[in-house]
């Protein structure tokens, strides 16, 4: 857990709290969580700290300067689009990613031009030289259709990265095969083989449209904070 000055806009300082399940509501202006016992225990408490401690406080009102953040309102990002595969009969795939994206960037005040930072979006298509036998269970599906159809596995991955100078600062990924287990249902007329490549690409296109892109960044530099702590339910200690 990292604790974040709002008005100097930094990470202050870094938790350790392995295995904590940290509540996101401050209701009296304390952190609430369930932490472990001791700095060595595995046993969580329910506990209310105050943060930063005396100690730390102290660390960080001697900071000398605060680290800019590198991406936040009014900063420009640039957006990379390299996918080698599109949905089929969907000329405008990547357009309407493209879209999306500068959208969502728009909306918390970042605006897509050359700078510094690069929002890379890609997509890679691999065989995988795996196969599965989808048995065909009662009527439905095309008329004709076999009993039994071996599916290639073809995978489908997608990434989302943010990068500066070649170094990523922060990324997202799926792989999504057209491969699944259990039970599917065909539509009147519809193959096997057509119904897992538009659940598969369904899936890709909801990555790229409904993963949240970060609104704020700090430089790898900053990340680790002033310092770190490991924190329990009677406090932290360094």
């Known amino acids: 857990m990292r604790l974040i000055d709002v008005k100097s806009r930094t990470i202050s300082w870094k938790y350790d709290s392995r295995g904590a399940i940290h509540s996101p509501n401050s ?3 304390r952190h609430y969580g369930l932490l472990p016992a001791s700095s060595e225990g595995r046993t969580l408490t329910l506990a209310a700290l105050r943060l930063p401690d005396s100690t730390v ?3 960080i009102d001697s900071a000398l300067s605060a680290p800019e953040m590198i991406l936040e309102k009014g900063k420009t990002l640039s957006l ?3 996918f080698a595969d599109k949905p089929p009969g969907d000329s405008q795939f ?3 990613v493209r879209k999306h994206l500068t959208e969502q960037l728009a909306a918390a005040g970042i605006e897509v031009a050359n700078g510094p930072l690069t929002l890379l979006a890609t997509l890679e298509r691999k065989n995988t030289g795996r196969q599965m036998t989808f048995r065909r269970l009662g009527g439905g599906g095309a008329t004709g259709s076999p009993q039994e159809t071996p ?3 073809v995978r489908i991955d997608c990434k989302l990265a943010i990068a500066q100078a070649g170094v990523e600062l922060w990324s997202e990924s799926v792989a999504v095969s057209n491969h699944k287990i259990g039970l599917t249902r065909l539509k009147p007329g519809e193959t096997i083989q057509k119904h897992l490549q538009e659940q598969q690409w ?3 296109t909801e990555f790229f449209t409904k993963v949240p892109l970060p609104s704020h960044l700090f430089p790898e530099s900053a990340k680790q904070g002033l310092g770190s702590s490991t924190m329990s339910a009677t406090g932290s200690a360094p």
């Open 27 to 29: 209701p009296d202006g």
């Open 57 to 59: 406080q102290n660390k």
């Open 80 to 82: 990379q689009i390299t």
């Open 94 to 96: 990547e357009n309407n």
């Open 151 to 153: 599916i290639s596995e």
């Open 202 to 204: 369904n899936a890709v």
